[in-house]
């Protein structure tokens, strides 16, 4: 064996002697990798009311792409809106005189 190889074994050597404590030293490791289950376990569960909340946005675009009804419900529920015959009633939980409450009917209709 030449100086060189034994130079090479003898610096391996020493960095396993070097570096034996630190690998066998594992306090604070199990607290770490119970954090680290805890943090996969939120993630998981993260990820699973993720895909619900997208399965259920695909069904609603769905419905807004092939189901006429759904789409005139959605209309009438989130924007108020109403045929041009029809009368629209607002009831209101102000108090009296508050300036708060607002018109008891209003007519919609063409303003859109």
Same mark, same amino acid.
């Given at each position: 064996? $030449?100086?060189?190889?034994?130079?090479?074994?003898?610096?391996?050597?020493?960095?396993?002697?070097?570096?034996?404590?630190?690998?066998?030293?594992?306090?604070?490791?199990?607290?770490?990798?119970?954090?680290?289950?805890?943090?996969?376990?939120?993630?998981?569960?993260?990820?699973?009311?993720?895909?619900?909340?997208?399965?259920?946005?695909?069904?609603?675009?769905?419905?807004?792409? $092939?189901?006429?009804?759904?789409?005139?419900?959605?209309?009438?529920?989130?924007?108020?809106?109403?045929?041009?015959?029809?009368?629209?009633?607002?009831?209101? $939980?102000?108090?009296?005189?508050?300036?708060?409450?607002?018109?008891?009917?209003?007519?919609?209709?063409?303003?859109?």
């Amino acid at each position: 064996m $030449t100086t060189a190889h034994r130079v090479a074994v003898v610096t391996v050597l020493l960095s396993l002697l070097l570096a034996t404590p630190r690998l066998l030293d594992t306090s604070g490791q199990e607290e770490r990798l119970q954090r680290i289950a805890l943090d996969l376990d939120r993630l998981q569960a993260t990820n699973d009311e993720l895909r619900r909340q997208n399965r259920h946005l695909r069904e609603e675009l769905e419905a807004f792409r $092939t189901d006429p009804g759904f789409r005139e419900r959605r209309v009438r529920d989130e924007l108020h809106w109403a045929r041009p015959d029809e009368l629209m009633f607002y009831f209101t $939980t102000g108090e009296a005189g508050s300036g708060r409450a607002s018109p008891l009917a209003q007519r919609r209709g063409g303003e859109r």
